[in-house]
């Protein structure tokens, strides 16, 4: 199920999903550990001798984001039980704690006793052996933890400080439900502690006037010991859940907007998927640098495995994505991170923890007896193409002084090893993991950190090195262009792999990933060879019903929907490719009119998403329904990647207007 709402501060990740139930809880790193392992968190409202957890029917939800910012505005209504909740939650900007506030509204025309519940169904450190949960009389709240990481939960009224209510007790151990079910009659029975897999429920009374409405507040407090969540929960009460909410509201006002990019030309929905996903982003990058692809647990159903790791293809275009928008600190982060991970070859493996660490992978080291790198080539080589890009829009010298060896010389000179005897990339993995072979993605994107090797050796008056990589660029390209480029059917491989006599049997199938040949700048958007490449691209991979959109490739296996009609539906489609779509057209523009062919194809993205907000990876061919992981961060950055680029053409072809000589001059 989607995750519609990610809220967190870079420490904490809190998501919700559609039923507005939390589903993870990420500390002290974002993407690990999911203390919840995906269980389900209910909330719930007990008025009138009939408690309705929201997952209920009987609510009528609207999820929704405060504009321009990561706290939420949640409305359920709930004509049973005759309440309007109006909700808003938010992980403080500062505080590692997460804040429930919850307004209560009488529909019936009558003073309510209405009691709000929450469960909490934590496995620490993604297990549950060994958790501990008591009721902590010191804080009147309930505590959770093992060894280093505690959680303390608490509430409290502008007249009381305090749970009202708890239950301790066992979760799927002989048959047990959890103590949510303990609530459904509006008491719990205060049992003060429990360990091992051990869940819990927690209580607020509150008094509702006739017609009117009272608030109650909860927050679960995070930390690495008792004496820092007790602490986080005495600040939470000194300063006042209203005031932390309201400076975490004002502060993600001003990250997402404190570059004065003007918008204008963009159309008001754009402008503001624009700055949502601006928001989205930011909760899946740990701020220990780690850009994590998505943190959405579902997936762990499909194949046993998730995505809260950190590819360096996807950071390396998050990281670009930063960049654009001006978000220097945050980029610095991550190629500080990628120093950390690199091999001292030169080159990054599959994927790494948000600690550094490798990450669990499905490439092997040995192919047909023969010993093989386990690497996408395209990872090493988007990070340095992504660092110059970082340099060339702020100059900060000091900060990649530090990074030119580990960053840029190294991996350069490891790419100039690790070729073929045409010049092109040896075989790797391609960047959607499938297959081995020599893509035109990888060599696209390499030509384009060679390039950027070169520009940084000559800024660095190594002029030998620059030299070295400029040549194997050049090499490379006319490589590229001899070996994978099929003139009859002017179009270039997917993919290549190396035959015995020299030569390569070319894989023609069309790939919405060969839009690299432009994107990294190994060809100009108007090669005619680009040009037909992607006008093949959208004639066969768009898919032809009324959801439309692009996919991958032809017969996308992943999650795959349609198998009968594959002419009329390749694939499912993906917002990324549907995008790069977008990106060629904002590329080849050379007037407005041709520009504004761009925003039907951005607008499909618009529709796609949740009423959040929320991108996810891609969608059901024929419903339009979110499939796999959601969000995914590469699908907001490549969002904010074509709105930035969309917006520099529009001022580049402007000012080319205004400085263009009248007729007659």
């Given at each position: 199920m989607p995750r519609d709402i990610p809220i967190g501060n870079g420490d904490l990740l809190i998501t919700f999903d559609r039923l507005y139930r939390i589903r993870d809880l990420y500390y002290p790193q974002v993407g690990r550990y999911n203390h919840t392992s995906g269980h389900v968190q209910r909330f719930g409202i007990w008025a009138d001798g009939t408690l309705a957890w929201v997952e209920d029917e009987a609510w009528r939800r609207e999820i929704r984001y405060k504009a321009d910012t990561l706290v939420t505005d949640v409305r359920l209504v709930n004509d049973r039980l005759q309440l309007e909740v109006i909700c808003h939650d938010g992980v403080d900007s500062n505080l590692p704690v997460l804040i429930r506030k919850f307004t209560v509204h009488d529909l019936a025309g009558r003073a309510r006793d209405v009691r709000i519940f929450m469960h909490l169904d934590l496995s620490i450190a993604e297990t549950p052996v060994g958790d501990t949960a008591?009721?902590?009389?010191?804080?009147?709240?309930?505590?959770?933890?093992?060894?280093?990481?505690?959680?303390?939960?608490?509430?409290?009224?502008?007249?009381?400080?305090?749970?009202?209510?708890?239950?301790?007790?066992?979760?799927?151990?002989?048959?047990?439900?959890?103590?949510w079910r303990d609530a459904e009659d509006g008491q719990l029975g205060r049992n003060a502690i429990s360990q091992g897999s051990v869940d819990a429920t927690v209580g607020f009374n509150l008094q509702v006037p006739a017609g009117g409405k009272a608030d109650v507040q909860f927050w679960i407090a995070c930390g690495r010991s008792y004496r820092e969540v007790k602490e986080t929960n005495l600040r939470v009460l000194e300063l006042g859940a209203d005031r932390l909410l309201a400076r975490t509201e004002a502060y993600w006002r001003l990250w997402c907007r404190k570059e004065p990019t003007d918008t204008t030309p963009l159309p008001e929905h754009i402008r503001d998927l624009f700055y949502r996903s601006q928001l989205v982003l930011r909760t899946q990058i740990d701020n220990g640098g780690a850009i994590i692809a998505a943190n959405d647990s579902d997936i762990t159903q499909f194949g046993g495995d998730h995505y809260s790791y950190c590819w360096m293809r996807d950071g390396a275009l998050v990281a670009y994505a930063l960049v654009l928008s001006g978000q220097s600190e945050l980029s610095r982060s991550f190629y500080r991170y990628c120093a950390r991970c690199i091999e001292s070859e030169g080159y990054f493996l599959h994927k790494y923890s948000p600690t550094g660490a490798l990450a669990s992978s499905w490439h092997p080291w040995m192919l047909d007896g023969q010993r093989v790198l386990p690497i996408q080539q395209d990872e090493t080589s988007l990070v340095l193409w992504s660092l110059r890009k970082h340099f060339e829009t702020f100059r900060d010298v000091e900060f990649v002084k530090g990074l030119y060896e580990p960053l840029v010389a190294r991996p350069a000179e490891w790419m100039l090893r690790y070729r073929d005897h045409n010049g092109l990339p040896r075989p790797s993995w391609d960047l959607w993991e499938e297959r081995r072979g020599i893509h035109t993605f990888t060599v696209a994107a390499t030509i384009g950190a060679l390039y950027a090797a070169a520009a940084f050796a000559?800024?660095?008056?190594?002029?030998?090195?620059?030299?070295?990589?400029?040549?194997?660029?050049?090499?490379?390209?006319?490589?590229?262009?001899?070996?994978?480029?099929?003139?009859?059917?002017?179009?270039?491989?997917?993919?290549?792999?190396?035959l015995d006599d020299g030569t390569y049997r070319l894989d023609m199938t069309r790939d919405s990933a060969n839009?690299?040949?432009?994107?990294?700048?190994?060809?100009?958007?108007?090669?005619?060879?680009?040009?037909?490449?992607?006008?093949?691209?959208?004639?066969?991979?768009?898919?032809?019903?009324?959801?439309?959109?692009?996919?991958?490739?032809?017969?996308?296996?992943?999650?795959?929907?349609?198998?009968?009609?594959?002419?009329?539906?390749?694939?499912?489609?993906?917002v990324i490719c549907t995008l790069w779509q977008a990106q060629y057209l904002v590329a080849r523009a050379k007037n407005h009119d041709e520009l504004k062919q761009a925003l039907p194809i951005i607008e499909w993205a618009v529709k796609r998403a949740e009423p959040s907000g929320v991108l996810a990876e891609q969608f059901h061919p024929h419903t339009g329904a979110p499939i796999s992981v959601s969000p995914l961060t590469w699908s907001h950055s490549t969002f904010v990647v074509v709105c930035m680029q969309y917006l520099a053409k529009h001022h580049e072809l402007s000012q080319r207007r205004e400085q263009a000589p009248l007729p007659g001059i």
């Open positions: 008591n009721y902590d009389p010191v804080t009147s709240g309930l505590v959770f933890y093992k060894q280093d990481n505690y959680f303390l939960i608490n509430a409290c009224d502008t007249h009381k400080r305090g749970i009202d209510h708890w239950a301790i007790g066992t979760k799927r151990v002989g048959g047990a439900e959890g103590t000559t800024d660095f008056g190594e002029h030998d090195r620059a030299g070295a990589f400029r040549e194997g660029a050049e090499r490379m390209k006319g490589a590229l262009k001899r070996n994978m480029y099929h003139p009859e059917l002017r179009r270039f491989a997917r993919h290549a792999i190396p839009y690299a040949l432009f994107a990294f700048e190994a060809f100009s958007a108007d090669d005619p060879r680009v040009v037909a490449e992607m006008e093949s691209i959208r004639d066969r991979l768009w898919i032809r019903t009324s959801v439309g959109g692009c996919a991958r490739y032809e017969r996308d296996y992943y999650h795959q929907i349609e198998r009968a009609d594959i002419n009329a539906v390749p694939g499912n489609p993906w």
